[in-house]
């Protein structure tokens, strides 16, 4: 399905992030990496929740334009 295809490329996008400020050459403070880190996280729990048990996908849609908002304002 669309949707999960759609899930499954927005979890893989904050894997990749997430792995990337788990790397010591990342230049990001440290407290901010922990903060997308944590998003990330949070981010696989609820796909899985959306895909399993029907949940919003509303919230995952503002937890990216969020992202989107933070890092166009650097």
């Known amino acids: ?3 999960l295809e759609v899930i499954d490329a927005n979890r893989r ?3 990749m992030l997430s792995a990337d400020c ?3 050459e990342n230049r990001l403070p440290l407290t901010l990496r922990g903060q997308i880190i944590s ?5 696989a729990r609820y796909s899985s929740e959306v895909l ?3 949940a919003d ?3 995952l849609i503002d937890i990216n334009r969020t992202m989107m908002e933070g890092l166009m304002a650097r």
Not at 39 to 43: D, E, R, T
């Open 1 to 3: 399905s669309v949707l």
């Open 13 to 15: 996008l904050w894997t």
């Open 22 to 24: 788990a790397s010591p």
């Open 39 to 43: 998003l990330a996280m949070w981010v």
């Open 52 to 54: 399993r048990d029907g």
């Open 57 to 59: 996908v509303e919230p």
